[in-house]
């Protein structure tokens, strides 16, 4: 049996490979949206990729199913469970086959079981693995997606707060606990094959340990720890973090289909001077230093780091079509992080260097929590808080007002007019974005605070 892990850092998504090697099949579970490594891989080992399936119809990430069937002819296999709503609608001209509960297939000689765990979605599945190859008398592992993370389990809110569907957070939360009853009487060896690591937004405290076995879950994953339902449904549904507002688009693309990406992925770097009149949106993926130093009036501030494709999500419009500021050997890169969340309409970039060859460049002004304090003293400023919820919550400055940096462009109009604005976020990165953000809708008179409130409470704490 061949058996490969694959890791997007960008998203915190694994998906996998399981291959029978005496006859050369292969299956991918949750491919990611750029298939090379899949390919890669299945060449590298003399593999076919005749089958792809998913465990659920995904928020986070734009799946790489369509894009795999297409280029191997490989079968999806796809979960026919839960309501009419959250059926695939794509797979009417290709070769498919519905999965329910109960049902099996096989990759050459590895069993895959089917059990429907809803929770996080309704139609969730997992898959348990046998090797009938190696003549194995019991399951090695089980595929997870979004069930059970190393640590945690998904969390069964998202359809209510990304797409409004009412009370669904309850019933997930409810669906999730007697779907770890059954996870429970899985034997304590089998390994545990989760579609998330850390930094995901899939769940709350998700770890960073790539697998784990039912058994050590039971001891240590709080979720099943919690024998009472109704203390289960409170614990699971309480402190989720906000989700971003671009995995309401994701469900609906995954479940109707994503495109095809285009035969060539090349972008073309433009003139500079080029860049100051298009129609599109403008991120420049430079360092917040770099930005705050000198930018393009009118960009946003997205630097390339593992929170990208996070804040290219939350912030970036489906419709609108988008230049970058960026090094060249990180364009393709970019260009790959945004086609895994459905951005496919970026139209060309100018190389870093080039901004320094553009007059009239905007600046903001960087000030220490020192600078804070004596500013606050002399002149009338609004502080805005853009951490999330939780961490206001944990502790603020009782002047801010809070407005988390995802949602900030939709509350603009919370922030008084004719005030010079300061941002800050826990250490100064996410407050960077936002007085990118802020600038661009024409808040000129931005600041904001190197080290952020973290820095500020320690410098309250030496002059008590």
């Known amino acids: 049996m061949f058996l490969k892990s694959f890791f997007d850092e960008n998203l915190a998504q694994n998906s996998y490979m399981v291959g029978c090697q005496k006859t050369g099949e292969a299956l991918v579970i949750d491919p990611a949206r750029d298939i090379q490594p899949y ?40 979960s026919s469970e839960g309501d009419e709503e959250w059926k695939y609608n794509f797979v009417k001209n290709l070769n498919h086959k519905w999965l329910k509960d109960g049902d099996y297939f096989h990759v050459g000689n590895v069993r895959l079981d089917v059990l429907h765990t809803p929770g996080h979605t309704p139609e969730s599945l997992s898959f348990l693995l046998t090797d009938k190859g190696g003549k194995a008398p019991v399951p090695m592992g089980i595929f997870t997606g979004d069930f059970v993370f190393v640590g945690d389990v998904g969390r069964p809110d998202l359809l209510e707060k990304s797409i409004g569907a009412s009370g669904t957070a309850e019933q997930g939360a409810r669906a999730m606990f007697q779907s770890l009853s059954r ?31 039912v058994g050590y879950e039971k001891i240590t994953n709080w979720a099943l720890t919690i024998g009472d339902e109704n203390q289960f449904v409170t614990t699971l549904i309480d402190g989720q973090p906000e989700p971003p507002s671009y995995f309401r688009v994701m469900k609906k693309f995954n479940k109707e289909g994503p495109d095809l990406l285009p035969l060539d992925g090349s972008l073309d770097r433009i003139k500079p001077e080029e860049i100051l009149y298009g129609e599109y949106t403008i991120i420049d993926t430079r360092s917040k230093e770099k930005f705050a130093y000198g930018h393009i009036e009118g960009s946003l501030n997205i630097p390339v780091n593992k929170s990208f494709a996070n804040w290219s999500g939350w912030l970036l419009d489906y419709h609108q079509d988008i230049t970058l500021v960026a090094d060249d050997q990180k364009v393709d890169d970019i260009i790959r992080t945004l086609q895994s969340i459905g951005f496919d309409r970026t ?10 060859n553009i007059t009239d460049l905007e600046i903001y002004k960087n000030i220490t929590v020192k600078e804070l304090e004596d500013t606050l003293k002399r002149e009338d400023y609004v502080i805005i808080d853009v951490r999330n919820q939780s961490e206001w919550e944990e502790g603020h400055m009782d002047q801010a007002v809070h407005i988390m940096l995802g949602t900030l462009p939709n509350r603009l109009d919370e922030i008084p007019k004719g005030k010079k604005v300061i941002v800050h976020c826990k250490s100064g990165g996410r407050s960077a974005i936002a007085a990118s953000i802020l600038q661009a809708n024409g808040f000129k008179e931005v600041i904001n605070v190197t080290g952020g409130y973290d820095a500020w409470k320690r410098y309250m704490e030496t002059i008590k």
């Open 39 to 78: 390919l890669e891989t299945a060449n590298k080992n003399a593999l076919r990729i005749t089958k792809v399936t998913e465990t659920h119809i995904h928020a986070d990430f734009l799946s790489g199913s369509r894009e795999l069937a297409n280029e191997t002819g490989g079968a999806l296999y796809l």
């Open 183 to 213: 996870f429970k009487e899985l034997p304590d060896f089998i390994q545990v094959w989760p579609g998330h690591g850390a930094g995901s937004a899939c769940g709350k405290s998700l770890g960073a340990v790539p697998s784990s076995t």
């Open 347 to 356: 139209v060309g970039y100018i190389e870093s260097t080039d901004v320094d």
